[in-house]
T-cell receptor, first 116, second 112 residues
Protein backbone atom coordinates (compact mmCIF):
# COMPACT_ATOMS: atom_id res chain seq x y z
CA UNK A 1 0.00 0.00 0.00
CA UNK A 2 0.96 3.61 -0.34
CA UNK A 3 0.65 4.61 3.28
CA UNK A 4 1.94 3.58 6.70
CA UNK A 5 0.28 0.35 7.76
CA UNK A 6 -0.18 -0.73 11.37
CA UNK A 7 -1.39 -4.09 12.57
CA UNK A 8 -3.47 -5.08 14.36
CA UNK A 9 -5.89 -2.17 14.34
CA UNK A 10 -7.25 -3.27 17.71
CA UNK A 11 -5.71 -5.41 20.41
CA UNK A 12 -7.27 -6.47 23.69
CA UNK A 13 -4.98 -8.22 26.13
CA UNK A 14 -5.00 -9.24 29.75
CA UNK A 15 -2.92 -7.47 32.35
CA UNK A 16 0.51 -9.04 32.59
CA UNK A 17 0.59 -10.38 29.03
CA UNK A 18 3.11 -9.59 26.31
CA UNK A 19 2.06 -7.78 23.12
CA UNK A 20 3.68 -6.89 19.82
CA UNK A 21 2.50 -4.08 17.56
CA UNK A 22 3.68 -3.92 13.97
CA UNK A 23 4.38 -0.98 11.68
CA UNK A 24 5.05 -1.09 7.93
CA UNK A 25 6.39 2.30 6.88
CA UNK A 26 6.17 3.86 3.44
CA UNK A 27 8.68 2.16 1.18
CA UNK A 28 12.01 3.96 1.12
CA UNK A 29 11.40 6.02 4.25
CA UNK A 30 14.46 5.86 6.45
CA UNK A 31 13.02 7.48 9.56
CA UNK A 32 10.37 5.73 11.67
CA UNK A 33 8.68 6.98 14.82
CA UNK A 34 6.44 5.48 17.47
CA UNK A 35 4.03 7.62 19.48
CA UNK A 36 1.42 6.87 22.12
CA UNK A 37 -1.87 8.76 22.26
CA UNK A 38 -4.08 8.57 25.32
CA UNK A 39 -7.71 9.66 25.22
CA UNK A 40 -8.02 13.42 24.93
CA UNK A 41 -4.29 13.94 24.59
CA UNK A 42 -1.89 14.61 21.78
CA UNK A 43 0.55 11.97 20.60
CA UNK A 44 3.55 11.48 22.89
CA UNK A 45 6.88 10.48 21.44
CA UNK A 46 8.25 7.04 22.31
CA UNK A 47 11.15 6.17 20.00
CA UNK A 48 12.71 7.21 16.69
CA UNK A 49 14.65 5.00 14.27
CA UNK A 50 17.00 6.15 11.58
CA UNK A 51 17.52 3.04 9.49
CA UNK A 52 17.99 0.03 11.73
CA UNK A 53 19.20 1.85 14.81
CA UNK A 54 17.25 3.67 17.50
CA UNK A 55 18.41 7.28 17.19
CA UNK A 56 16.36 8.43 20.18
CA UNK A 57 14.54 6.20 22.66
CA UNK A 58 14.13 8.83 25.35
CA UNK A 59 10.34 8.65 25.22
CA UNK A 60 10.03 4.99 26.22
CA UNK A 61 8.34 5.11 29.63
CA UNK A 62 10.18 2.17 31.22
CA UNK A 63 12.04 -1.03 30.41
CA UNK A 64 8.82 -2.94 29.67
CA UNK A 65 8.76 -1.14 26.34
CA UNK A 66 11.11 -2.08 23.53
CA UNK A 67 11.15 -1.58 19.77
CA UNK A 68 13.15 -3.06 16.91
CA UNK A 69 13.63 -2.41 13.24
CA UNK A 70 16.06 -5.15 12.19
CA UNK A 71 16.11 -4.55 8.43
CA UNK A 72 15.45 -0.84 8.38
CA UNK A 73 11.87 -1.22 7.21
CA UNK A 74 9.21 -2.94 9.35
CA UNK A 75 9.27 -2.10 13.04
CA UNK A 76 7.77 -3.90 16.03
CA UNK A 77 6.91 -2.26 19.34
CA UNK A 78 7.00 -4.79 22.16
CA UNK A 79 5.39 -4.35 25.55
CA UNK A 80 6.09 -6.80 28.35
CA UNK A 81 3.96 -7.40 31.45
CA UNK A 82 1.25 -5.05 30.21
CA UNK A 83 -0.53 -2.81 32.68
CA UNK A 84 -3.94 -1.13 32.43
CA UNK A 85 -2.18 2.22 32.14
CA UNK A 86 -0.64 1.05 28.85
CA UNK A 87 -4.07 1.27 27.22
CA UNK A 88 -3.83 3.85 24.43
CA UNK A 89 -3.60 4.24 20.68
CA UNK A 90 -0.08 3.51 19.47
CA UNK A 91 0.82 5.48 16.36
CA UNK A 92 3.59 4.87 13.88
CA UNK A 93 4.93 7.45 11.44
CA UNK A 94 7.62 7.48 8.78
CA UNK A 95 9.44 10.15 6.85
CA UNK A 96 11.80 10.10 3.88
CA UNK A 97 14.77 11.81 5.47
CA UNK A 98 16.32 12.29 8.87
CA UNK A 99 13.32 14.05 10.33
CA UNK A 100 15.09 17.31 10.90
CA UNK A 101 13.50 20.58 10.02
CA UNK A 102 10.34 20.63 8.02
CA UNK A 103 10.24 17.03 6.82
CA UNK A 104 6.68 15.73 6.84
CA UNK A 105 5.92 12.66 8.94
CA UNK A 106 3.26 10.32 7.52
CA UNK A 107 1.14 8.58 10.14
CA UNK A 108 -0.59 5.23 10.21
CA UNK A 109 -4.09 4.83 11.64
CA UNK A 110 -2.75 3.38 14.84
CA UNK A 111 -3.26 0.30 16.98
CA UNK A 112 -5.77 0.68 19.78
CA UNK A 113 -4.44 -1.33 22.73
CA UNK A 114 -6.76 -2.16 25.60
CA UNK A 115 -5.38 -3.90 28.67
CA UNK A 116 -8.08 -5.50 30.81
CA UNK B 1 12.02 21.76 27.68
CA UNK B 2 10.11 22.00 24.43
CA UNK B 3 6.33 22.13 24.61
CA UNK B 4 3.18 23.15 22.76
CA UNK B 5 0.05 24.66 24.27
CA UNK B 6 -3.14 24.95 22.28
CA UNK B 7 -6.60 26.14 23.16
CA UNK B 8 -8.86 23.56 24.65
CA UNK B 9 -11.97 22.45 22.87
CA UNK B 10 -14.38 21.47 21.86
CA UNK B 11 -15.04 24.34 19.49
CA UNK B 12 -18.47 24.41 17.85
CA UNK B 13 -19.13 26.74 14.93
CA UNK B 14 -21.78 27.26 12.32
CA UNK B 15 -20.89 26.76 8.68
CA UNK B 16 -19.14 29.78 7.12
CA UNK B 17 -18.00 31.11 10.50
CA UNK B 18 -14.44 32.32 11.09
CA UNK B 19 -12.11 29.94 12.89
CA UNK B 20 -9.13 30.62 15.13
CA UNK B 21 -7.36 27.92 17.12
CA UNK B 22 -4.59 29.35 19.27
CA UNK B 23 -1.23 27.66 19.60
CA UNK B 24 1.84 28.83 21.49
CA UNK B 25 5.13 27.04 21.94
CA UNK B 26 8.24 26.89 24.08
CA UNK B 27 11.41 25.73 22.40
CA UNK B 28 15.14 26.17 22.34
CA UNK B 29 16.60 27.21 19.03
CA UNK B 30 14.45 27.65 15.95
CA UNK B 31 11.80 24.95 15.68
CA UNK B 32 9.71 24.05 12.67
CA UNK B 33 5.97 24.34 13.33
CA UNK B 34 3.14 22.18 12.05
CA UNK B 35 -0.60 21.76 12.16
CA UNK B 36 -1.87 18.19 11.81
CA UNK B 37 -5.52 17.22 11.41
CA UNK B 38 -7.29 13.99 12.35
CA UNK B 39 -10.62 13.44 10.61
CA UNK B 40 -13.04 10.95 12.17
CA UNK B 41 -11.84 7.40 11.59
CA UNK B 42 -8.63 8.49 9.87
CA UNK B 43 -4.98 8.89 10.76
CA UNK B 44 -3.13 12.14 11.42
CA UNK B 45 -2.46 14.18 8.29
CA UNK B 46 -0.24 17.18 7.81
CA UNK B 47 -2.35 20.29 7.21
CA UNK B 48 0.35 22.94 6.93
CA UNK B 49 3.80 23.87 8.16
CA UNK B 50 6.27 26.74 8.57
CA UNK B 51 9.99 26.56 9.15
CA UNK B 52 11.12 30.06 10.09
CA UNK B 53 9.89 33.31 11.57
CA UNK B 54 7.22 35.13 9.54
CA UNK B 55 6.64 32.14 7.26
CA UNK B 56 2.98 31.52 6.51
CA UNK B 57 1.78 27.99 5.96
CA UNK B 58 -1.46 27.49 4.06
CA UNK B 59 -3.60 24.64 2.76
CA UNK B 60 -7.31 24.00 2.09
CA UNK B 61 -8.16 27.57 3.10
CA UNK B 62 -6.36 27.26 6.44
CA UNK B 63 -3.46 29.55 7.32
CA UNK B 64 -0.98 29.92 10.16
CA UNK B 65 1.88 32.40 10.56
CA UNK B 66 5.07 31.61 12.50
CA UNK B 67 5.37 34.46 15.02
CA UNK B 68 8.68 34.27 16.84
CA UNK B 69 8.08 37.40 18.90
CA UNK B 70 4.94 35.91 20.45
CA UNK B 71 6.02 32.25 20.05
CA UNK B 72 2.71 31.52 18.38
CA UNK B 73 1.35 29.63 15.37
CA UNK B 74 -2.40 30.24 15.44
CA UNK B 75 -4.57 28.39 12.91
CA UNK B 76 -7.19 30.41 11.01
CA UNK B 77 -9.81 29.84 8.36
CA UNK B 78 -12.14 32.48 7.04
CA UNK B 79 -15.16 30.27 6.36
CA UNK B 80 -15.40 26.78 7.83
CA UNK B 81 -17.34 23.92 6.30
CA UNK B 82 -19.00 20.89 7.86
CA UNK B 83 -16.22 18.79 6.31
CA UNK B 84 -13.66 20.65 8.46
CA UNK B 85 -14.99 18.89 11.56
CA UNK B 86 -11.96 17.11 13.00
CA UNK B 87 -9.34 17.27 15.75
CA UNK B 88 -6.51 19.72 15.07
CA UNK B 89 -3.04 19.32 16.59
CA UNK B 90 -0.33 21.93 16.75
CA UNK B 91 3.20 20.50 16.81
CA UNK B 92 6.83 21.49 16.74
CA UNK B 93 10.07 19.86 15.73
CA UNK B 94 13.09 21.33 17.49
CA UNK B 95 16.18 21.83 15.40
CA UNK B 96 18.26 19.03 16.88
CA UNK B 97 15.56 16.38 17.27
CA UNK B 98 13.73 14.11 14.86
CA UNK B 99 10.47 13.72 16.74
CA UNK B 100 7.42 15.95 16.82
CA UNK B 101 6.06 17.43 20.04
CA UNK B 102 2.28 17.80 19.96
CA UNK B 103 -0.28 19.87 21.76
CA UNK B 104 -3.32 18.17 23.28
CA UNK B 105 -5.51 18.77 20.27
CA UNK B 106 -8.63 20.87 19.67
CA UNK B 107 -11.83 19.23 18.51
CA UNK B 108 -13.76 21.30 15.99
CA UNK B 109 -17.40 20.62 15.17
CA UNK B 110 -19.03 22.59 12.36
CA UNK B 111 -22.83 22.59 12.21
CA UNK B 112 -24.78 23.17 8.98
Amino acid sequence: GAGVSQTPSNKVTEKGKYVELRCDPISGHTALYWYRQSLGQGPEFLIYFQGTGAADDSGLPNDRFFAVRPEGSVSTLKIQRTERGDSAVYLCASSPRTGRGNTEAFFGQGTRLTVV
Amino acid sequence: GNSVTQMEGPVTLSEEAFLTINCTYTATGYPSLFWYVQYPGEGLQLLLKATKADDKGSNKGFEATYRKETTSFHLEKGSVQVSDSAVYFCALRAGSQGNLIFGKGTKLSVKP
